[in-house]
């Protein structure tokens, strides 16, 4: 089993930053890959940003150039700096771990308000 927590969410002001971390705790040895997700009101949940456990990074076409994903292996922890926010940004953000089975874990979410 793996548990992830995440924060860092919060309300900003449009062009802000905000960044998110996820930490996670259990069996992280059997997490391939690690990703951000997003929900935003009445709509479906995308993808945001991956990376894989070798660092490979994929992002959304609308997050290239403002968000960076990376992670930290000694803390068991994955982030999302996100920079340049617009309020189509708004949603609530999810963490998710991607394990070598195929198994997907999935953290509680944080909201992100994106204020013109």
């Known amino acids: 089993q793996v548990q992830l927590v995440e924060s860092g969410g919060g309300l900003v002001q449009a062009g802000g930053s905000l960044r998110l971390s996820c930490a996670a705790s259990?069996?992280?040895?059997?997490?391939?890959?690690f990703g951000w997700y997003r929900q935003a009101p009445g709509k479906q949940r995308e993808l945001v940003a991956a990376?894989?456990?070798?660092?490979?990074?994929n992002y959304a076409d609308s997050v290239k150039g403002r968000f960076t994903i990376s992670r930290d292996n000694a803390k068991n922890t994955v982030y999302l700096q996100m920079n340049s926010l617009k309020p189509e940004d708004t949603a609530v953000y999810y963490c998710?771990?991607?394990?070598?089975?195929?198994?997907?874990?999935w953290g509680q979410g944080t909201q992100v308000t994106v204020s013109s």
């Open positions: 998710n771990a991607n394990a070598w089975t195929g198994h997907d874990y």
């Open positions: 259990g069996s992280t040895f059997s997490i391939n890959r």
């Open positions: 990376i894989s456990s070798g660092t490979i990074t």
